[in-house]
């Protein structure tokens, strides 16, 4: 295995340092080229814009012999100051920058992170955004050797040496999280078949203070986890393709005072199962497992930062939908470990089926854990890249994770991070879309039809989880109430054919584990 790995980050207080060959900068305008550091960068850049009047608004790469590396490359935001702008646009132009560096020949560029009081994190996003340019896929490193990296270094600079090196620890950590995210989330059906996730994770957390514990037993699938088993019957014929559920454990030092639980969607690859996906619609169904992988990101990024006080229990449900003489079918009906009745309505709804029995195991922890919440994490629906577009998650609450305002939180930090998420609200009528139709079962999984053509098609599998793990036990109503949060990645995770984004790791790193930093 490529072992994951950053380029070699360098702070850096003077953008004259020879160690670069080439600036990127990366602000609104060269009005804010006042540090004294970077009065050099400011005359070549004005002499230049009286000559190219794309400058500002484009990338431009401009020769000067103000700095050693004699490469000076411009990256605009351009507009900072509307309704809708945010701080994505630091990240947009980071990447647009150091790709046009990477073309120019640069292998040490030099960010240099721009200051804007508007936006306080606008340094980290800007370079989050630049070491997403500079990921190299899994099966590139692994197969082709003198791909493997795209440069050797990555200079960043700030004019504040202690927030520089907060930050390059930060966003380092994040990226570490995000690559482990993208390795298994974008590597294909077979590099990250169900075996070969768990070969991965077993060598990522070797000896990082992480807890790993894996089981492939049908049998056990089927005595516990039963609704998981019925989707991997048609992938345990072929030993490769059989399911894994791998359950990670972080705990931090000193008191416990948090216990989040996190179950992650790990369809390594989805045919749609018996009702199989038709008309071309298939292909970039190994990207199904971006939810596990966003789980096994942000145990990377614990097992660097080390939050203290917290503790972190995740499940990997990963699980092939596979179509065969085994396949589980519509009109089955089967007994959830939370012992309820689900009739299967379509088994392209395979997502819900495997989170909520792992959904149900969490709940009896949670039980007896210290201030616990429960999350889902899933590329569930084509609804919701319908609902909300491509480049936002989306988050619902039950009721006491509504009081404890999660869903508000998750996206006022998102918004922070350059990691946006909508919120939706879990109805009433959700809970009466997935109630049984007949006396024959408790609730049915999914209606016929395809999610971007039902009404609520993202909102509803979020009431299926509830009352088939058991949660809808433990809602403001009850005197064990239980948090729990259900996120729909299906259009943050990342265009296909692309690079997986690796959210929502930004956002939950800022929730649950800075603020839990000495």
Not at 48 to 66: F, P
Not at 265 to 277: H, Q
Not at 294 to 319: E, H, N, Q
Request: proline share 5%; net charge neutral; glycine share 8%.
């Amino acid at each position: 295995m490529a072992t994951p790995s950053l380029p070699r980050i360098l702070p850096c207080l003077d953008v004259t340092d020879i160690r670069f060959d080439s600036v990127v900068v990366v602000t609104d305008s060269i009005n804010k080229l006042t540090d004294e550091n970077l009065k050099c960068l400011e005359e070549p850049l004005r002499k230049y814009s009286k000559l190219d009047e794309s400058c500002g608004k484009s990338v431009v790469l401009v020769h000067t012999e103000n700095i050693p590396s004699n490469r000076l490359i411009f990256s605009p935001t351009g507009k900072l100051n509307r309704d809708y702008d945010d701080v994505r646009s630091f990240a947009d132009a980071a990447v647009k920058g150091i790709k046009r560096a990477r073309e120019a020949g640069s292998i040490s560029p030099l960010l240099v992170r721009p200051i804007d009081d508007s936006f306080p994190k606008a340094g980290l996003v800007a370079t989050l955004g630049a070491l997403h340019d500079l990921y190299v896929p899994l099966e590139i490193r692994e197969a082709v050797f003198e791909k493997r990296t795209k440069v050797e270094s990555l200079g960043i600079w700030c004019n504040n040496e202690a927030r520089l090196k907060a930050g390059i620890e930060i966003s380092s950590a994040i990226e570490l999280g995000r690559i482990i995210c993208r390795d298994i989330g974008g590597s294909d059906p077979e590099r990250m078949a169900a075996q070969r996730v768990e070969e991965y994770v077993l060598e990522v957390f070797k000896d990082k203070g992480i807890n790993v514990n894996i089981i492939s037993d049908a049998s056990i699938f089927k005595k516990e986890y039963p609704l998981l088993a019925a989707v991997n019957r048609a992938a345990d014929v072929v030993e490769r393709h059989r399911g894994r559920i791998i359950f990670l454990e972080y705990v931090g030092d000193g008191s416990i005072e948090k216990t989040l639980f996190l179950v992650g969607k790990g369809i390594t690859y989805d045919t749609g199962g018996a009702d199989i996906k038709a008309g071309g619609i298939m292909a970039g169904m190994h990207r199904d497992k971006c939810g596990a992988a966003a789980v096994a990101g942000f145990f990377k990024i614990l097992s660097i930062l080390k939050p203290k006080g917290l503790r972190v229990v995740g499940g990997m449900a990963m699980v092939r939908n596979s179509v065969g003489e085994e396949s589980y079918v519509a009109d089955e009906i089967i007994t959830s470990r939370a012992g309820v009745r689900i009739r299967v309505g379509n088994t392209d709804a395979e997502g819900r089926m495997v989170m909520a029995d792992v959904l149900c195991k969490f709940k009896e922890m949670a039980l007896e854990a210290i201030n616990p919440e429960l999350m889902t994490i899933a590329t569930l629906t084509g609804h919701a890249i319908r609902a909300v577009g491509t480049n936002y998650s989306i988050i619902m609450d039950n009721g006491p994770a509504k009081l404890l305002q999660t869903a508000q939180t998750v996206q006022t930090v998102g918004d922070i991070y350059g990691d946006p998420f909508e919120i939706s609200t879990i109805r009433r009528e959700d809970y009466d879309f997935v109630a049984g139709k007949s006396e024959y079962e408790d609730v049915l999984q999914c209606n016929n039809q395809a999610s971007s053509a039902t009404p609520r098609g993202h909102q509803c599998p979020a009431a299926f989880l509830i009352r088939s793990s058991g949660l809808d036990k433990h809602g403001i109503d009850s005197d064990k109430p239980i948090p729990y949060s259900h996120l729909d990645i299906a259009g943050s995770s990342g265009p296909f054919p692309g690079i997986p984004t690796g959210a929502p790791l930004p956002a939950l790193t800022a929730k649950y584990i800075l603020k839990r930093l000495q």
